[in-house]
């Protein structure tokens, strides 16, 4: 092998190798997640429980409740415009409902 062949060579392996480092964040743009893709919170999850979390705010029994306290007014309700189910930065992955509550509730 003389020197012309490896400068070729290692020429061809940089070449490659940076159109490798240039896909790499290109393919991952498909790979997000979206809220069609998430489950919904069960109340009976662990970390609902712990919250105290509810699908309908008008059966909260909780001292820290008040009236007109829902998912949807809250500032970790992550997209206001998820009217029924929505993401809740409390619970990632996991859809709540808008009329919910939790003990986490923080006004927007």
Do not use: I
């Not at 393919?27 to 009976?44: N, Y």
């Not at 809740?88 to 992955?93: A, E, I, L, N």
């Amino acid at each position: 092998m003389n020197d012309r062949d490896n400068t070729l060579s290692r020429r061809r392996f940089l070449k490659f190798g940076s159109y490798g480092l240039l896909a790499v964040p290109v393919a991952g743009l498909g790979w997000t997640t979206t809220a069609k893709a998430m489950e919904r919170l069960s109340e009976d999850d662990p970390a609902a429980q712990a919250l105290e979390y509810r699908h309908d705010a008008s059966s909260v029994q909780h001292p820290a409740y008040e009236d007109g306290q829902t998912c949807l007014n809250c500032l970790l309700y992550s997209d206001a415009s998820a009217q029924d189910w929505g993401p809740c930065s409390v619970f990632p992955g996991k859809l709540v409902s808008a009329n919910g509550w939790c003990t986490a509730w923080v006004a927007r």
